[in-house]
């Protein structure tokens, strides 16, 4: 199911990369809500996740993230962000390589 809705949205997520930072923002709101349809509720597991900025606008209304990058100043980022939000319970970021 996850594969089929990267599948479907890659062309998006693209675009999304390489447009201004200011246009991205106003952007990104609707993918969220995308995302948030699609899964409906529960946990999702978002590996590359970087600072987080996506996490934080999918999480909420049931629904969970746990975010898993390699670099540890981007979760550091990310948990700072989740923190400042109040929402260190819908989201959740570890430091990981997927090739260990």
């Known amino acids: 199911m996850e594969r089929r809705w990267w ?14 930072p ?4 106003v952007v990104r709101a609707p993918l ?3 995302i948030r349809a699609f899964f409906g ?4 597991l978002e590996i590359g996740c970087g600072s987080g900025w996506l996490a934080s606008m999918v999480a909420g209304s049931g629904i969970r993230v746990v975010g898993v990058d390699f670099s540890e100043e981007q979760i550091r980022l990310a948990k700072a ?12 970021f570890r ?3 997927l090739a260990e």
């Open 41 to 44: 509720r529960g946990t999702i």
């Open 32 to 34: 969220a809500a995308k």
């Open 95 to 97: 430091t990981g390589d």
């Open 81 to 92: 962000r989740a923190a400042a939000e109040g929402r260190s319970h819908e989201l959740e």
């Open 7 to 20: 599948d479907e949205n890659a062309a998006l997520i693209e675009r999304l990369w390489t447009l201004p």
């Open 22 to 25: 200011d246009v991205r923002s």
